[in-house]
Structures are given as C-alpha cells and as structure tokens.
C-alpha cells in the first residue's frame, strides 16, 4: 500500500488567491511528480523532482511552482489561482535507477477556483 | 517523442462477461508499459508492468496483458468481470526520450452492469 498523502482533499478558492498543495510520502523515494489532471483526460505531468533541491516542468506549461527542500516533501504552489488551474492534482512518487521501478500516486487534491 | 492512445473513452461489461482495454503506444524501441487503475476518488494502482521476457504479464486482481511489438499494443484483459472492476483504467508508457518518466494515456472508464 502506497503510503503518499495529498491535502487538501479538496478546495475550493477564489481567483487571485495563493494557494499550496502538499504532498508528502514516507517512502524514502528519490523522484516525486505532480501531474494534472482534467476529468476524461490524460494526466499531464506539470512538474517532477529527482531529488533533494531538484526540480524539473513537465510536458505541460503550468505557472504552478514546486520545491523540494525534503526527500518526503513536495508542494506545488499557485501564486495567483484562476479559473482555468480548476483541476485535479495527483501527486506520486517511485524510486530512482530503474525506468520501470513503480510510481506510486496519492489521492489527489481537487481544486476549483472561481 | 512517447505516446499512448486508448482509443475507447467507455466501455460497458455485464458481470461475468470477458473484457479486454486497448492501448497502442508510439515508440521505436521497446519502452516500459504499464497498466493503473483508479477507482472513485481514490488515487491510480498498478495492475502490471512489462519490460522485458515473457510477452504475457500477470497483475493483480486476476488482470493480464499481452505486448504485440508488431501492433504497437499493449491491451488490458480479464476472463470474467466483476462489479468491483468498475473504474477508469490508464495505460502508460516510459521511454529513454521521455526520460523515461511514464505518459498516460487518456484513460478508459468501465461500466459494469449486474
């Protein structure tokens, strides 16, 4: 059983508000990812870290922001929310070396903004 | 560049009855392909993975899927459904020109009916 938690669950803010999703996981893995996701959608990855102190954007353009102060820790922040970033948020993790080692997701965090 | 295509958005089962998921992905080489589940408000599960040997994998809760290299397709199956199966199911694929990081597919949601 993965243990990766998201909060919040779910949210609901108005536009121009900063907001900051948290992920964190206790697994000890070296790569965590947000992706977005629209419902009947691909996921789309927005932003991914191999480790402490790095952090990568994904495919898809997101003026979300990330960091990774701690292996465990791994928000994802909107300065300024509008209504175009309601979505859901899944965040996951998987170990580092093998391209086929597991990711391991959260639940999710839904976002609306309006 | 990877991709994957599931090419139907619904498919509807009885209970009882066989199903098979379809996904055929673009990549030259053979890359990692996956299969997740996500239920209801839960976050995505690995069903199985393939990379390597046996073109015939296993998963979890009695689920197997077939790598044709010649198709491009890695297609989802089980011999016979049950109501539990019910959710969206996401074939994924990881490749050195994608670093190797998993792109999803936009997902299939199955009904199944009693």
């Known amino acids: 059983e993965a243990d990766i938690y998201q909060t919040p669950r779910y949210l609901v803010i108005g536009t121009g508000k900063k907001i900051t999703l948290e992920c964190s996981q206790t697994?000890?893995?070296?790569?965590m990812y947000w992706y977005q996701q629209d419902p009947g959608m691909e996921l789309h990855l927005i932003h991914y870290?191999?480790?402490?102190?790095?952090?990568e954007k994904g495919d898809l353009s997101s003026e979300s922001t990330v960091s990774r102060i701690r292996t465990e820790h791994f928000p994802l922040t909107l300065e300024s929310a509008r209504p175009s970033h309601t979505s859901q948020y899944l965040c996951?993790?998987?170990?580092?070396?093998?391209?086929?080692?597991?990711?391991?997701f959260g639940e999710g965090s839904w976002l609306t903004v309006v | 560049a990877q991709s994957v295509t599931q090419p139907d958005i619904h498919i509807t089962v009885s209970e009882g009855a066989s199903l098979e998921l379809r996904c055929n992905y673009s990549?030259?080489?053979?890359?990692?392909l996956f299969w997740y589940v996500q239920s209801p408000g839960q976050g995505l599960q690995l069903l199985l993975k393939?990379?390597?040997?046996?073109?015939l994998v296993q998963g979890i809760k009695g689920f197997e899927a077939e790598f044709k290299r010649s198709q491009s397709s890695f297609n989802l199956r089980k011999p016979s459904v049950h109501w539990s199966d019910a959710a969206e199911y996401f074939c994924?694929?990881?490749?050195?020109?994608?670093?190797?990081?998993?792109?999803f597919g936009r997902g299939t949601s199955l009904i199944v009916h009693p």
């Open positions: 996951a993790s998987s170990e580092y070396g093998e391209p086929g080692n597991t990711i391991y």
């Open positions: 697994m000890g893995h070296d790569k």
């Open positions: 870290s191999y480790g402490v102190n790095s952090t």
């Open positions: 990549y030259g080489a053979t890359p990692y």
């Open positions: 393939y990379f390597s040997g046996d073109t």
């Open positions: 994924a694929v990881a490749a050195s020109g994608g670093s190797y990081i998993p792109t």
